[in-house]
């Protein structure tokens, strides 16, 4: 079906004020301000005049920059300073499925910021350092250095090689798609690090997978089981899960692969390998309240996010996260890109606000994309 023939009128829900892997920052943007103006366009004659509160404006600006793209669909979510939160969807799921703001997409690496929060927030109760080596935690692991630490993986100054540039490793998940993989075999594939630990930088869904390892020998139960105990349903965030590691919550989005519509039949093999680097899925609303949540301190306390927005050497990455700025404005991101989405999450400091777009299709310009929307949120 080609694009003019999908749904794309988008949907808003406004809210009361109420308490295969990712790409660290590489989607192609299309333009935010191409995308911000053609939202906002002038009554023809005779006409009502158009809608200016700042959800309309949301709203246009995630339609029109959806088929600016084109991206099959968005689910797309905003929440600011106030509490108040929009969340607003654009295009489709599948042929004659609009997309729906309940649906839940793949977050891809947007999950490492979940697994860092989490191995931060035990490195808060005392249960380990964050400059504790594997050696502590892991048994030896053939071209693991054991004296990495559980920071060096989190930041991706660990060295090790990402087995995702192993060759014929994307081959081998699609060989069998109904194979359920485990962080062992996936790690199987490592080869000779890249540097000596702590010698330089290189982004590697290794890292994620170790620091799964660690999180689960430290709290001695599943990680998925960890981050819903301690941290989502406190917060009352109850449409996430760690897909193949436990049942999905609510209804999946189907996901695009280079315009061919996927219908998640990839999903065991794919988002087992992924496992803490890439599989947790949610809706657009949970994950911006789960961003707005870490970045204002209610996952973890003021020293501990000082620690995960504090980049190492000449990088912008801390721990879980990246500083960039996006429509002019400094703020602290991931993006994610899995078989079927792309994503980001991102929160801006100084508005204290919080913007996350996710996709049903990869690739996607899904930075361009929260560039739009942020550009109207960085102006109220």
């Known amino acids: 079906m080609m694009m003019s023939q999908i749904q794309r009128r ?3 829900v406004a809210v009361g004020i109420a308490g295969l892997w990712g790409v660290v920052w590489g989607a192609t943007a299309c333009s935010a301000d191409s995308a911000v103006s053609a939202a906002t366009p002038a009554p023809a004659p005779g006409l009502p005049a158009v809608d200016t509160t700042w959800t309309a404006r949301l709203s246009r600006a995630l339609d ?3 088929r600016a793209a084109p991206v099959r669909g968005a689910s797309a979510a905003v929440i600011l300073a106030d509490g108040r939160e929009w969340r607003g969807v654009a295009g489709a799921s599948a042929p004659n499925t609009p997309m729906d703001p309940e649906m839940r997409l793949g977050m891809g690496s947007v999950s490492k910021n979940v697994l860092a929060t989490l191995l931060v927030l035990q490195a808060e109760r005392g249960r380990l350092s964050l400059d504790d080596p ?3 935690w892991l048994p030896p692991m053939t071209h693991v250095d054991p004296a990495i630490t559980v920071r060096q993986l989190l930041n991706h100054t660990s060295g090790v ?5 192993a060759p014929g490793y994307r081959d081998s998940i699609l060989a069998d798609v109904s194979a359920r993989w485990t962080p062992q075999r996936a790690l199987a594939l490592l080869r000779a690090p890249l540097f000596s630990r702590g010698a330089g930088w290189s982004y590697s869904n290794s890292n994620y997978l170790l620091a799964g390892l660690v999180a689960e020998s430290v709290l001695k139960r599943p990680v998925h089981e960890a981050v819903r105990s301690d941290l989502l349903t406190p917060q009352g965030l109850s449409t996430f899960f760690l897909d193949q590691a436990e049942p999905p919550t609510g209804p999946l989005a189907s996901g695009w692969v280079g315009g061919t519509l996927n219908v998640m039949t990839t999903r065991t093999s794919t988002y087992s390998a992924a496992w803490t680097a ?6 657009a609303g949970d994950l911006a309240r789960w ?4 970045m204002t301190g209610r996952l973890v306390n003021a020293t501990s996010l000082a620690a995960m927005m504090t980049p190492v050497g000449t990088e912008t990455y801390g721990l879980g996260m990246s500083r960039r700025v996006v429509a002019g404005r400094t703020v602290w991101a991931h993006t994610g890109e899995i078989r079927g989405f792309s994503s980001i999450g991102l929160h801006d400091p100084a508005k204290l606000a919080t913007v996350v777009v996710l996709i049903n299709e990869n690739p996607a310009p ?4 929260a560039t739009a929307l942020l550009a109207i949120v960085g102006g109220l």
């Open 10 to 12: 988008s949907r808003t």
């Open 64 to 66: 029109s920059a959806v």
């Open 134 to 136: 594997l050696g502590r």
């Open 161 to 165: 090689f990402d087995i995702t540039d």
């Open 278 to 283: 890439g599989a947790w899925f949610a809706t």
């Open 291 to 294: 961003w707005q949540a870490l």
């Open 366 to 369: 899904v930075v361009g994309i």
